[in-house]
């Protein structure tokens, strides 16, 4: 499925901006498999330039207006809902701070290459907004201060085009030979400076926390850090690049996705001709954005969780010599505990769990509130191996399951591209975007469980399972599907053994007996209880260790012979 809906978006990406911005992809992608078939044959020779100069789109113009009637000309209303929210978030900073204490962090990056035009388009916007429209110089741009931290192991390629583009947009530049956090202190110390503008993205190693204005880290000098496209995944900054036909870095047309160093960084694999092995294509078209840093050599996993269920690398060989595993299910639901609706979704889940070997040590039902669900996770996810989640999952106010398991690991919700393509699939018409509460996922914790027989796939929280069943029959499905799943780290383990012993004895009579057995056997479980209070007792003995069952077994009957008869069951 999760292929299926890439290459869906990935014709409709590439026909979309073809049709609108005249830009077709290189003649060797037409061949693809994937493409063949959905776009028209052409020629290279009239194939258009994909990087148009970027002053051609507004000679005559105010600067910065070109950027905001491409996008709103364009039918991708992700992008045009993207690109609102992004340059009011421009013009917040321009009301908020003086110009001259406002500066643009620049790299030469996609990420930079796309603030720099938002910059520009709600400089525009903020001016027109003050009626000062016909004071903006059309050859001046925004003559915003610009930072670039220059480094002996950039790409040359990269020092090209910054100064390129400073020089082209008439940026007046600063160039800082010193690490970030030198460069900063020697830089506010020269010049008052109370914002910057910075192009970080959800996804980016150092996201985590930040907001989209966000006071900077504790022992740095301190400045507001601005952050337009906090929120903008790969998709989004390809399709505004594209719409608005701005040049980018060369490195990009050559397989690059995500920029380093010259020591960290490759062509990224995934983009390989697979023709001859050696061209790569346009980091536009990798269809799934998870995977832009894939050609970082110096990266990391970020599945590194190896206690308990969280861990993905045990096999089932290993998981078979596991002796025990223990689990807590939360139900979320007021109308379980209005008394309107019976649960049935722990006692099928125990039922499941026990016949995998895993132990329930609690179940709750809690309230559709964030900090009751939170609690109950808080509570349980360091004491067992697994927390399955079940119920609270939508678009509704009531829905707050999500949100719960953000604030028990003290994250944040935040968009997830991927989450968003298979919600826009399944929902179709229905679907909004990014304002769809469903697409927000805690953020940097979150793993998505695939399986052939989903509609969506399963959301995993480092060792929270959130189900989206909505009655027993889709939670058959859903279990299997999990059981399936290796990611999912939801492994056999030791069977449980058990005997189910059936007397007439008055609890009184046998109660010496058994709490002696409790302390003699206390790797054996041993309860009982009555199916009414005039029918017989059963008392029930399990664990791991058949020997040690059956000799608890033999001591019990023994001590009352002929009083005790095995049943199949404890009903």
Request: net charge negative; with cysteine; charged share 25%.
């Amino acid at each position: 499925m999760t292929r299926n809906i890439q290459e869906a978006w990935l014709r409709g990406f590439v026909q979309r901006h073809a049709a609108e911005s005249r830009l077709l992809p290189s003649p060797q992608l037409l061949c693809s498999p994937l493409l063949s078939s959905t776009l028209p044959p052409i020629s290279s020779s009239s194939r258009p330039r994909s990087r148009s100069p970027p002053d051609s789109r507004f000679a005559g113009g105010a600067p910065g207006m070109e950027i905001d009637t491409a996008v709103r000309a364009s039918s991708d209303s992700r992008l045009r809902t993207k690109y609102d929210n992004a340059v009011y978030v421009v013009q917040r900073a321009f009301a908020l701070y003086p110009f001259e204490e406002i500066a643009f962090s620049f790299n030469g990056g996609k990420d930079s290459t796309v603030l720099l035009h938002l910059i520009r388009a709600g400089y525009y916007l903020h001016k027109t907004s003050y009626g000062e429209e016909a004071h903006i110089d059309t050859f001046q741009n925004c003559p915003l201060r610009t930072i670039y931290f220059e480094t002996p192991c950039a790409f040359p390629e990269i020092n090209s085009f910054t100064y390129e583009t400073v020089s082209t947009y008439g940026l007046p530049l600063e160039t800082i030979g010193l690490d970030f956090k030198s460069g900063l202190e020697g830089l506010l110390k020269k010049k008052p400076t109370k914002a910057i503008f910075i192009g970080t993205r959800i996804g980016d190693p150092n996201a985590v926390g930040q907001e989209q204005f966000s006071p900077s880290s504790p022992g740095w000098p301190p400045f507001m850090r601005v952050n337009p496209i906090l929120d903008w995944s790969y998709r989004d900054v390809w399709s505004f690049l594209l719409t608005c036909k701005v040049k980018y870095c060369s490195l990009y047309d050559e397989g690059y996705t995500s920029i380093g160093s010259i020591y960290d960084t490759v062509p990224n694999a995934l983009l390989c001709d697979s023709s001859n092995g050696k061209n790569f294509r346009p980091a536009y078209m990798l269809s799934d954005g998870r995977l832009e840093r894939a050609g970082r050599a110096k990266k990391t996993s970020n599945k590194t969780e190896t206690n308990s269920v969280a861990s993905n690398g045990i096999s089932s060989t290993e998981g078979e010599q596991i002796i025990s595993r223990s689990a807590s299910v939360i139900v979320v639901g007021d109308e379980i505990l209005f008394g309107t609706v019976e649960d049935k979704f722990g006692t099928a889940l125990c039922k499941k769990l026990h016949e995998i070997g895993w132990r329930v040590s609690h179940v709750a039902v809690v309230r559709n509130e964030t900090d009751s669900v939170a609690e109950e996770i808080e509570r349980c996810k360091s004491t067992d191996d697994a927390v399955f989640l079940v119920g609270g999952l939508g678009p509704l106010h009531s829905d707050v399951s999500l949100a719960g398991v953000a604030k028990a690991f003290g994250v944040r919700l935040a968009p997830d591209e991927e989450f968003e393509e298979h919600l826009s699939q399944l929902i179709g018409n229905s679907y909004i975007g990014n304002r769809n509460e469903m697409a927000l996922l805690p953020e940097g914790i979150t793993e998505l469980l695939h399986h052939k027989r989903l509609p969506l796939p399963l959301i995993k929280c480092k060792n929270v399972i959130i189900l989206a069943a909505t009655n027993v029959d889709e939670l058959d499905m859903e279990w299997n599907c999990l059981l399936d799943t290796h990611e999912s780290g939801l492994v056999r383990v030791k069977p449980f053994v058990s005997k189910h012993l059936s007397t007439s004895l008055p609890d009184v009579k046998i109660a010496p007996v058994v709490e002696k057995l409790c302390l003699e056997f206390s790797d054996v479980y041993i309860g009982a209880h009555r199916i009414s209070r005039t029918g017989p007792l059963v008392v029930n003995l399990l664990g791991k260790d058949n020997q040690r069952v059956e000799g608890a077994t033999e001591k019990l009957t023994s001590s009352f012979e002929g009083q005790f008869s095995q049943v199949d069951s404890c009903k």
